[in-house]
């Protein structure tokens, strides 16, 4: 048996810092992929470069009662999410190993069970979720729904380093800034469909967090968003990408062009998509259709 499932990255965090004490975050799926495909076999490969997948997959069998079948299952997996730059790729990992297991053995999809076995192997995103969610990223004991996401236009800077997410968790960092007082801006955007006050939340939410995630070229991308009639800043919170938030296609393209003519050192350049419908993506994740391409 051959089953696949496509799952979404996300570009940063429109939010994260401490909510009344309670630290959380929250991320939007963007039209970036991971692509999982799970087939039984006698003679799998090995999964050493796929540690947390891996992992992820064991738990679930074992939640199950069905470990003794994980030394038949291969797994592969091919992702256009950059790895290491705080775009999501192990959470959208994970929850593509978790489509294709549930439709392997024909189990009920169960919320509860996904972050429970995902904070497991690391502090997740969450994009995890069918709305635009506050969370509880690293243990899962908290979220607050928002609403549905909001469409917009991401054009990415990402720099050259990587970083690994529960590395970086684990190290002894500056706490995260208090937030509370974005929450009600975010909450009106998310009602009103205002990506003017949720650039003005993500902007916020970066600049707040450099003592904890120093960006050393975050000076340069808020002028180029002022020179480019960008909405907003927007960044990974542990990881190496800035993004400058567009409303429409035209302001996108003449950013794209203004910031390729800078040439920036040891920045690479391109665009992507903030996904409304994302209900969409997990429709064909739970069907094995391939978007990953469209």
């Known amino acids: 048996m051959e089953v696949k499932a496509i799952y979404p990255g996300s570009f940063g965090e429109i939010l994260q810092g401490k909510v009344k004490g309670r630290d959380i975050l929250l991320s ?27 992992n992820f997959l064991l738990n679930i069998l074992k939640c199950w009662g ?53 904070v497991k192997v690391e ?40 970083i690994d997410t529960v590395e970086f968790n684990n190290k002894k960092l500056p706490d995260l800034s208090d937030v509370d007082d974005l929450v009600p801006i975010l909450k009106e955007a998310v009602l009103e469909k205002n990506l003017g006050k949720l650039a003005c939340v993500s902007t916020e939410s970066i600049v707040r967090n450099q003592k904890r995630l120093y960006y050393d070229f975050l000076d340069r991308i ?5 020179r ?37 050192k040891n920045i690479k350049i391109y665009k992507v998509k903030a996904l409304e419908n994302f209900d969409f993506i997990k429709n064909a994740c739970e069907r094995g259709a391939d978007v990953y391409n469209g």
């Open 222 to 226: 808020m002028d180029i968003k002022s």
């Open 28 to 54: 939007c799926p963007v039209n970036i992929y991971t692509k999982v495909k799970l087939t039984e076999c006698d003679n799998p490969v090995k999964k050493i470069n796929l540690k947390k997948s891996s």
């Open 66 to 118: 069905y470990e003794r079948y994980y030394k038949n299952i291969n797994m592969e997996i091919s992702s256009q999410i950059p790895r290491g730059k705080g775009l999501a790729s192990s959470t959208a990992d994970l929850c593509a190993v978790y489509y294709s297991l549930i439709e392997m053995f024909h189990r009920k999809f169960s919320e509860r069970e996904l972050i429970r076995n995902c």
């Open 123 to 162: 502090p997740t995103d969450s994009i995890i979720f069918r709305k635009m969610t506050l969370f509880d990223y690293k243990h899962g004991k908290y979220k607050y729904i928002l609403g549905d996401y909001l469409p917009y236009n991401i054009l990415a800077f990402e720099g050259q380093r990587t």
């Open 228 to 264: 480019t009639s960008g909405l907003g800043v927007i960044g990974a919170h542990s990881g190496n990408a800035l993004g400058i938030i567009y409303g429409d296609e035209e302001k996108i393209d003449f950013g794209e062009k203004f910031s390729k003519n800078l040439k920036l």
